[in-house]
């Protein structure tokens, strides 16, 4: 995978501007530790840093169709249907100079158009400059697996996969507004599309391409769900289920650099891995690697109802019957602490603490070995496995269901401030935009309506932030994670598939259990849902507990020219938690916001507007 980022500018010659172009790509290096490059144009400049995974010889960007370019390429991703398209544009008449799959996106771009993006499958987000037409065009695959911002300027636009690209060019100062406000502490679980946080960033929205010109911007949407009445039975559409899972794991299987997959012992993960083992053993090829995370005294923990059993025995249940080359990683206390300033530098933002900390941690020990990852992403989206989509009372409810009696950090809000950025109105709006937003089907029953209206909901609402999350924590070791389930055509499946069949037999996520039973031992294609496991440790809580405390102590903590401090010092006192971003419960997510932020304000210099 990669990063990319650059600029156009109608008004400034943008080929005296190198040094500052190679300082905006220098923040993208953990994105591509194997090779970077610029190209300056007068009205447009691209950098790019390259995580070689295809073709690793004759992949090198920005990539141009010829000298001098008519058109050129500043590419992250992957394509997994690279070669038939590569057969068909040959077919065509055009001729490849490389092997990459960069290639056959600018060469669909120059046949296809603004169509070339409906024929992808893959993870993919990029910036083309057609130098013919003076048009930039800012593409992002199905489901915004891959990132990709942007900032409109007075004379032109900056883009980059992530914000430190375009925050190291002045033209974006690092400012927060009241909507920013409402998106850290009002809706952090439940992020508003497109908006980039910072005051003036926005990000290219899944299934969407931005179109600049000199005289004008456009957002424009090239992929949405279609509803429509789903005619197969439960036989048929288990077995189509099975099949584009199948397909999409053998795909994203292609890497000419070593490979393996992320194993929690949940259906999810394990499903992928057991595919993935299967469509290797097909083709010749060893076992498959698989990795997990644990942490000291977890066994000691009692279960709640996010965190319903241990992984550790269906992990092994899992690897032993599949047949992996199994590790698995243990994340020590101190080890957590010491990657936090990483994990917030990766993340451009506050995240979700030791959470994001050990999934750094992991990410680190797995790129040791491999380059690229599988993970089971995404399967309780699609499948409907999160506890709100079981729960009358999440479904009834007039918000985002996961917020469903949660308390978010907006209430530790100073008076003034709260006034100034109204969270229950903002939130109350956000949500009442994304219900118009799902595609309805005529003469759906109430009951179904809503249930398809909570997987959109999910789909758009719920998974972008998990997804960032994995993207940013992954790349920032220079690690390329893919997520079979987000596979548009199984995504397009499942929207049209009737909740009964999805929770068959009344099971969470039953038809996926159903389609993969026979890969998988017993204990673990039934398993509950057990969510991202959480540290038990002791002394994080102790740590940040004593800094919350000196920030308390510090008269000029940024933090709380936003935080009102009374409240802090209450709850604390009190032995009381701190509101959470978090839907899962942790009684230190709180207090890991409230330092996170803090951090965050000083160390990227964040201005209040």
Request: include cysteine.
């Amino acid at each position: 995978m990669c990063g990319v980022t650059g600029w156009v500018d109608w008004e400034t010659d943008l080929r005296h501007q190198g040094h500052l172009l190679r300082e905006m790509t220098a923040t993208l290096a953990c994105r591509g530790p194997d090779a970077d490059g610029v190209w300056l144009s007068r009205h447009a400049a691209i950098g790019h840093r390259r995580l070689s995974v295809i073709d690793l010889d004759g992949g090198a960007q920005p990539q141009a169709d010829a000298e001098p370019p008519g058109a050129v390429l500043g590419y992250n991703g992957e394509l997994y249907n690279h070669h038939e398209l590569r057969r068909e544009l040959e077919s065509l008449g055009h001729v490849f100079r490389t092997r990459s799959d960069t290639e056959v996106v600018l060469r669909a771009h120059l046949h296809w158009g603004r169509e070339a993006p409906r024929r992808f499958n893959g993870i993919f987000a990029y910036a083309l400059w057609d130098a013919r037409a003076e048009e930039l065009l800012l593409v992002r695959d199905h489901l915004g697996i891959k990132p990709l911002y942007w900032h409109a300027h007075r004379t032109g636009v900056l883009f980059g996969s992530e914000p430190k690209a375009l925050l190291a060019n002045p033209l974006l100062p690092a400012e927060l507004d009241t909507g920013g406000i409402a998106e850290l502490f009002a809706l952090p679980a439940a992020p508003t599309p497109g908006h980039g946080l910072f005051r003036g960033l926005h990000e290219v929205r899944p299934g969407h391409l931005v179109a600049v010109t000199r005289h004008a911007t456009r957002e424009l949407r090239w992929w949405a769900l279609e509803s429509r009445p789903h005619r197969d039975g439960g036989v048929a559409t288990r077995e189509r289920v099975r099949g584009l899972l199948a397909d999409a794991v053998e795909r994203q299987l292609i890497s000419d650099v070593p490979l393996c997959t992320l194993l929690s012992g949940g259906v999810d993960s394990s499903a992928i891995t057991a595919l993935a083992a299967a469509a290797r053993e097909r083709s010749g090829q060893g076992k498959i690697t698989s990795f997990s995370v644990d942490f000291p005294g977890s066994a000691d923990r009692t279960p709640d109802a996010w965190r319903t059993t241990l992984d550790a025995p269906y992990v092994q249940a899992a690897a032993e019957h599949i047949g992996t080359l199994h590790t698995a990683v243990l994340v020590p206390d101190d080890d957590l602490l010491d990657a936090r300033d990483a994990v917030l530098r990766a993340r451009d933002r506050p995240g979700w603490g030791e959470m994001d900390a050990s999934l750094h941690l992991l990410f680190r020990e797995v790129r040791r070995r491999s380059t690229v990852a599988l993970s089971g992403e995404a399967a309780d989206e699609i499948f409907g496995g999160y506890p709100y989509f079981h729960d009358p009372a999440a479904l009834a409810s007039g918000t985002f269901p996961w917020l469903h009696g949660r308390t978010t950090p907006a209430a530790l809000l100073r008076p003034e401030v709260r006034a100034a950025v109204r969270p229950e109105e903002y939130t109350a709006e956000a949500y009442r935009r994304s219900l118009a937003e799902v595609p309805r089907l005529d003469g759906e029953p109430a009951a179904d309506a809503r249930v398809r209206e909570v997987f959109h909901l999910a789909l758009t609402r719920w998974l972008p932030p998990l997804l960032d999350r994995v993207d940013r924590v992954s790349m920032s070791v220079g690690l390329e994670v893919r997520v079979p389930f987000c596979d548009h055509r199984l995504v397009e499946y499942l929207w049209n598939v009737p909740w009964a069949l999805k929770a068959s037999g009344g099971r969470s996520k039953g038809l996926l259990r159903d389609a993969v039973r026979d890969l998988l031992p017993p204990q673990v294609a039934e398993r509950p849902k057990s969510g991202y496991p959480s540290t038990p440790a002791v002394r994080y809580t102790e740590v940040l507990t004593d800094r919350a405390r000196e920030l308390l102590a510090d008269p000029n903590a940024p933090v709380f020219d936003l935080v009102d401090r009374g409240t802090v010092r209450r709850l604390l006192a009190e032995g009381r938690p701190l509101p959470s971003p978090r839907t899962a419960p942790n009684p230190v997510g709180g207090l890991d916001h409230l330092v996170q932020v803090d951090e965050w304000l000083r160390a990227y210099r964040v201005g209040l507007r």
